[in-house]
């Protein structure tokens, strides 16, 4: 008998709140999660991640 699981899931801006996505499994569950993560991605091509230094401000 499968167990079903959840996997919380939160995008600033673009879910509202924390989502719990589910799955068959804890496998499951991540892997529909990282398709929402992905489908963001695609449809925001032009955000990146924050890494690295932020630019200098003139002050």
Same mark, same amino acid.
């Given at each position: *008998?499968?167990? $079903?699981? @959840?996997? /919380?899931?939160?995008? #600033?801006?673009?879910? /509202?709140?924390?989502?719990?996505? *589910?799955?068959?499994? /804890?496998?499951?569950?991540? *892997?529909?999660? *990282?398709?929402?993560?992905? $489908?963001?991605? #695609? #449809? @925001?091509?032009?955000?990146?991640p $924050?890494?690295?230094?932020? /630019?200098?401000?003139?002050?």
């Amino acid at each position: *008998m499968a167990v $079903r699981s @959840h996997f /919380p899931l939160s995008i #600033e801006g673009y879910l /509202p709140g924390i989502k719990c996505v *589910m799955g068959v499994g /804890p496998v499951d569950a991540l *892997m529909n999660a *990282m398709t929402l993560v992905r $489908r963001f991605f #695609e #449809e @925001h091509a032009d955000v990146t991640p $924050r890494a690295g230094v932020p /630019p200098k401000q003139d002050s």
